[in-house]
């Protein structure tokens, strides 16, 4: 009994040492909105700040800088921001959801998933829409993740963290190479390359306009469903033992996880690693509690995409580097470090 009780106490303890969720999320959103205004000055030409002022309050269609801040830099860094906090949110719901500190929307398929059904629609249906291409997107990340999860359960024991791992890397060069397979035979090949090296340089307003009811509408029904997920972290059995319907909102989760991460994808392309490395970072942050980790990893991973896409366009100017290979700079050592550690406490 006395060693339960000092447990306790020192877990509460190193919780309230945790940051508070306000300061992490209010600065966190001073600091995006920061990035963002400076991400706004930099490119192939810069802008000077003043002038960027002009473009978003007294906007002038005949100059030339009004037209780059306002028609190219500005839709493309909300871009970032929506899809930065679509893919985050995802993964802090697929890691409570599951139990599984090494879920990642790109980790698990889904991001596979959802750039071979983009490449069927760009072959077989090249005058689809964008939001057409959208849903395509929700059914093939649907259908990565489903196959992921079947393979993973197929040996005894289940689908563990570390198969889940295993067969989502399996899946998901099953379907880039298929996805690249279709891009050389019915010459799309650009368009296709576009979703495997991930960027937002495409993005425009009415992008924007269609995905962010989808993503604000994901990110809301995460807030609304963290004190169930707070629960289901705990066990199955303990969130039962409290009531809580687990397959219902495991089977929410995993609804709303499909919506962000297949509306991020359709816009970002293939971009992994935000959903592991945030989740971990705002938890660290904030403490276990989903209420406060899921907005902070939502302000977080914004801010990430954000300040990547400004280094994808100011490292080598006029040329862009890839996004998404900038973040795997960061993500691939930490999922390294995290699959150690997993390897290390598993049976």
């Given at each position: 009994?006395?060693?339960?009780t ?14 508070p ?9 001073l600091l ?9 000055t930099?490119?192939a030409?810069?802008a ?5 002022l ?8 005949g100059?030339r ?10 839709p493309?860094?909300i ?7 679509a893919f ?15 879920a ?6 889904l991001?596979?998933g ?21 849903l ?5 990340a ?6 992921v ?13 570390m198969?889940?791992?295993l ?9 880039t190479?298929?996805?690249q ?19 937002v340089?495409?993005?425009?307003w009415?992008?924007l ?6 993503i ?15 629960l289901?972290?705990l ?17 929410l989760?995993h ?6 991460a297949?509306?991020a994808?359709?816009?970002?392309g ?7 490395v945030v989740p971990?970072?705002?938890?660290f ?5 989903y209420r ?19 280094g ?14 900038l973040?795997?700079?960061?993500g ?5 470090y ?6 290390k406490?598993?049976p």
């Amino acid at each position: 009994m006395n060693s339960e009780t000092e447990f306790v106490k020192r877990a509460a303890a190193k919780e309230a040492s945790r940051v508070p969720m306000w300061a992490v999320v209010g600065g966190g959103t001073l600091l995006l909105v920061l990035t963002m205004v400076y991400s706004m000055t930099k490119g192939a030409s810069s802008a000077p700040f003043p002038q960027v002022l002009e473009a978003l309050f007294h906007y002038d269609a005949g100059n030339r800088v009004h037209l780059v801040v306002a028609d190219l830099r500005l839709p493309r860094i909300i871009a970032s921001a929506l899809v930065g906090a679509a893919f985050a949110v995802a993964g802090a719901l697929m890691q409570g959801a599951t139990r599984n500190p090494l879920a990642d929307s790109g980790l698990l398929g889904l991001n596979g998933g959802a750039c071979f059904a983009l490449s069927i629609g760009y072959a077989f249906f090249p005058g689809l829409g964008f939001s057409r291409m959208m849903l395509l997107s929700f059914a093939g990340a649907a259908g990565g993740a489903g196959l992921v999860g079947g393979v993973a359960s197929m040996r005894r024991g289940g689908a563990t963290p570390m198969r889940l791992v295993l067969a989502g890397a399996s899946v998901s060069a099953l379907l880039t190479a298929l996805s690249q397979g279709i891009a050389l035979y019915f010459d799309v090949a650009q368009d296709i390359m576009f979703w495997t090296a991930g960027g937002v340089a495409g993005s425009n307003w009415e992008q924007l306009r269609i995905m962010l009811p989808w993503i604000a509408g994901g990110v809301a029904g995460a807030i609304l469903l963290s004190p169930s997920v707070s629960l289901l972290s705990l066990g199955e059995d303990v969130a039962r033992g409290l009531g809580l319907n687990a397959p219902a909102i495991r089977l929410l989760c995993h609804v709303f996880v499909l919506v962000l991460a297949g509306a991020a994808v359709s816009v970002v392309g293939a971009v992994g690693f935000v959903g592991l490395v945030v989740p971990h970072f705002a938890r660290f942050l904030v403490g276990v509690d989903y209420r406060r980790i899921i907005p902070a990893a939502a302000v977080l991973g914004a801010w990430l995409v954000v300040g990547a896409d400004l280094g994808a366009r100011t490292l080598n100017p006029p040329f862009e580097a890839p996004l998404g290979a900038l973040i795997s700079l960061l993500g691939v050592p930490f999922f390294l470090y995290l699959a150690n550690k997993q390897r290390k406490v598993s049976p």
